[in-house]
């Protein structure tokens, strides 16, 4: 977009971020947007509920699943390598692991973990985890709860599959969980090293790093967190399924749990990397346009498949770790993003698939309606994604 073209979807864009304030119950939203008049950056709402103070260019921010591209670009590195290969099985690289409750390590491959075919549960409803954050009193209670690896990996497998390998689309952390732990196994480094030396330090990301298990805050500055993303009381979190979970949310009204000092470590190599708005840009320009990874790689991360079924993002297709819009619900446009949302974050970070327009986005609250990022898309690109 260029001069009063340009202007006019920047007001649009800026309506749109004001309407996600006084509509959707964000406490505060910033926007900033890379193409070929440069940088621009917006905000609306505010970044401390008690303070008032503004939202700002900089922030560190968690980008939840946003992660899981972070894991599939390190693995895709390894494979570019010739240090392994998508079509390796599990048991091949984590003997035994899988062979438990259902599921069979000599069938699921790691092409199945980063692009959430493998038959895995949906992690994020194990009620191991439904106990411990469901509720307000749950999540003071547990909030600085610290996960091992071993406690992941567990975590993976503690619910029976969902399907067979490769028969269809399930958002599955576990499966990440596994691929994080497969790329330890390879290289006998730490996740964290690995994405750093193969993702974060090639393309220059200096706000962006992998959390460590330990850590609960954010370097300055940051936004203050905010959630309403809690269970009713009195739901039993063991009947919660993707189909009933939005049903027994709390209700509206109730004032946001401040949730800024909050142990992530249940992300792990599935989402729990800190970035900034620019940084993100940066990274997903490099995925979508492939910048960084050899062309043999590149085709891969974007050989998506069907999510139609699942109770996951509308009108989008999922690589291996990130995602691209169909085609006929952009009007024919190629848009290819990531995103990610947990308790008192949401990112998202959306472009062209060569790299020169991008926008990425943040409300210090969890994903609240798909009506947000398809509006933003709009504003932005001049496509109207169906809602």
């Not at 998506?304 to 024919?332: C, I």
């Amino acid at each position: 977009m260029t001069g009063n073209e340009g202007n006019a979807g920047r007001e649009k864009l800026q309506r749109v971020l004001d309407w996600a304030v006084a509509e959707v119950g964000v406490p505060g939203i910033v926007a900033e947007v890379r193409d070929a008049d440069g940088n621009w950056f917006a905000t609306a709402g505010v970044a401390n509920i008690q303070t008032g103070t503004r939202r700002q260019p900089g922030e560190h921010l968690h980008t939840g699943s946003s992660g899981k591209a972070f894991t599939a670009a390190a693995m895709l590195s390894l494979e570019a390598e010739g240090r392994l290969s998508l079509d390796d099985t599990v048991e091949k690289w984590l003997p035994g692991v899988l062979n438990v409750n259902g599921y069979d390590g000599n069938k699921i491959t790691i092409r199945h973990l980063l692009n959430n075919t493998s038959g895995l549960f949906s992690t994020g409803l194990a009620p191991e985890l439904s106990h411990r954050y469901a509720t307000r009193s749950g999540f003071v209670t547990h909030r600085f709860d610290e996960f091992t690896t071993e406690d992941l990996l567990r975590l993976a497998v503690s619910q029976p599959p969902v399907g067979e390998p490769g028969e269809r689309f399930e958002y599955a952390n576990g499966g990440f969980y596994l691929a994080g732990a497969i790329i330890e196994k390879v290289t006998g480094n730490s996740y964290a090293e690995e994405v750093d030396r193969r993702v974060i330090q090639p393309l220059g990301l200096t706000n962006t790093y992998v959390r460590p298990m330990q850590d609960t805050g954010y370097p300055h500055p940051h936004p203050r967190a905010y959630s309403n993303l809690f269970y009713k009381d009195g739901a039993d979190p063991a009947t919660v399924t993707p189909e009933n979970w939005e049903s027994m949310i709390e209700g509206p009204g109730l004032e946001p749990l401040d949730v800024t000092e909050f142990n992530t470590s249940s992300g792990w190599s599935a989402g729990n990397v800190v970035s900034t708005t620019g940084d993100m840009i940066r990274f997903i320009n490099a995925m979508a346009s492939g910048s960084l990874l050899p062309p043999a790689q590149y085709r891969e991360m974007w050989t998506t498949v069907s999510t139609e079924g699942s109770y996951w993002m509308p009108h989008a297709r999922y690589g291996l770790g990130l995602f691209e819009f169909d085609k006929e619900a952009t009007g024919g446009r190629t848009l290819r993003g990531v995103g990610g949302s947990l308790w008192g974050s949401f990112l998202c970070a959306v472009g062209t698939s060569d790299g020169k327009h991008t926008i990425a986005f943040h409300t210090n609250t969890e994903w609240k309606t798909w009506d947000l990022l398809f509006k933003v898309i709009e504003a932005e690109f001049g496509t109207s994604v169906p809602a």
